[in-house]
């Protein structure tokens, strides 16, 4: 081991993250202690991987000993939990000592007083920045320039609307977008987030709290709503879009734009639109590869997408998933015609609430898949159940075991919750 080059042992020090084992890496002599000076590019604190009764001061020296032993650090991540309040000095120092060469941060750190992580780290290399539990004010988009940043995650912060659209303005390179449990600081009571971005090509949303989104990019690629309750979400694009993923979403209009013939996935579930419908907003999206409409309950004709609509717009699907709860009268409607769907090879079907319409439903959908490859059965079971649900259970099992025996070149599963 001693022969070894310090390059070699670089080398070694490379696959190491986690600061314990850096730590104790730096320890075994002076020439690992120089590798990790000179080659050691990563480096990850988590509160989890010290001693519970370790103090925050304690803590507060190890962290800064670990950075000042490295030279030219590319990536850091800094995650204490919420018990630990640690002064803004030392964290101000990690960030002056690493910053002309960091081009990745994750930062979880709570301090007093708060630190401007867009203060100390902008107008240098950094790639990628997340950060947890954070407050950001008074975005200097002049000042506090990422021209090198290309992914931004920012989880359970706290950032007025305003901001939040000179961040982003003020990166132009970004790509991706990651806004989760968003703290949208506003006088409105009708908040308006409005993010302008020509280079953005995947944008996440879950539980921001404001009322209207407006989105203006000509790259995005990929859409994921999850947890909000809007009265607008409008995307101003030049219809570049080819994943779009909606979860636990109410909203009074959504507009996606007219052009969607990038589209390839559609997953919606738990899904309230006013207006206009779901559906004529990806109708046109003739190069749709998978579509899934799942948890949604139709009370018209007039609202669900039967399998002749599909197959018609959709003529290249390969992945189809869906669950409707079924009523009186419509499963003639969801049935209707007789267009195949030639290249659906996986189909999901599924119930929250078992009717007698389910079985009728499988066999007409599997009727419409003729290569067709793997059948899941989704459904929700009950503890208690009324005789009426067993009977039908019982029904709808004895219906599967005659539809396996028709079709053995299908491959059925059952997924029951």
């Not at 008074?138 to 506090?144: A, D, H, M, N, R």
């Not at 046109?284 to 948890?295: Q, V």
């Given at each position: ?261 990038h589209l390839e996935v559609v997953d919606v579930s738990n899904f309230t639109i006013v207006?206009?419908?779901?559906y004529s907003m990806i109708s046109r999206a003739s ?131």
């Amino acid at each position: 081991m001693e022969h070894l080059p310090v390059e070699v042992i670089g080398n070694i020090l490379a696959h190491l993250s986690a600061a314990r084992d850096v730590m104790v890496a730096s320890g075994v002599c002076r020439k690992w202690r120089t590798a990790c000076r000179k080659h050691l590019h990563s480096l990850s604190f988590n509160s989890d991987d010290f001693p519970r009764d370790m103090t925050t001061r304690q803590l507060e020296i190890v962290i800064t000993q670990t950075i000042f032993q490295t030279m030219g650090l590319q990536c850091l991540s800094i995650h204490i939990d919420r018990t630990h309040e640690f002064s803004a000095a030392p964290v101000i120092a990690w960030l002056m000592y690493t910053r002309e060469t960091l081009r990745s941060l994750s930062y979880n750190v709570r301090t007093n007083p708060n630190v401007n992580i867009l203060e100390k780290c902008g107008r240098q290399k950094l790639e990628v920045l997340d950060l947890d539990h954070n407050t950001i004010t008074g975005v200097e988009p002049s000042y506090q320039r990422f021209t090198c940043l290309k992914s931004l995650s920012l989880r359970h912060v706290s950032i007025s609307a305003l901001d939040l659209s000179l961040l982003v303005a003020a990166c132009p390179k970004i790509e991706s977008l990651a806004l989760d449990f968003l703290e949208v600081v506003t006088s409105d009571p009708q908040s308006t987030m409005e993010l302008t971005s020509h280079t953005l090509k995947s944008l996440f949303a879950k539980s921001v709290g404001v009322d209207k989104i407006i989105l203006d990019t000509d790259n995005l690629e990929v859409l994921n709503l999850n947890a909000l309750n809007l009265d607008l979400f409008e995307l101003i694009g030049k219809g570049t879009l080819k994943h779009l993923k909606i979860d636990d979403v109410s909203v009074t209009h959504m507009d996606i734009g007219e052009s969607t013939d990038h589209l390839e996935v559609v997953d919606v579930s738990n899904f309230t639109i006013v207006r206009p419908k779901l559906y004529s907003m990806i109708s046109r999206a003739s190069n749709l590869r998978m579509l899934r409409f799942w948890g949604v309950v139709f009370d018209d004709e007039d609202e669900i997408v039967d399998s002749e609509t599909i197959a018609v717009s959709f003529p290249l699907l390969r992945h189809l998933s869906l669950s409707y709860e079924l009523r009186d009268g419509l499963l003639h409607y969801s049935l209707q015609g007789s267009s195949p769907l030639e290249n659906v090879s996986v189909l999901e079907l599924g119930w929250t609430v078992i009717s007698e319409h389910f079985g009728p439903w499988v066999f007409g959908m599997i009727e419409r898949c003729p290569n067709l490859k793997k059948l899941v059965i989704h459904g929700v079971l009950s503890e208690a159940k009324t005789r009426e649900e067993r009977q039908m259970l019982a029904s709808f099992t004895s219906f599967i075991v005659c539809l396996m025996r028709k079709y053995v070149h299908v491959d059925v599963q059952f997924e029951y919750e």
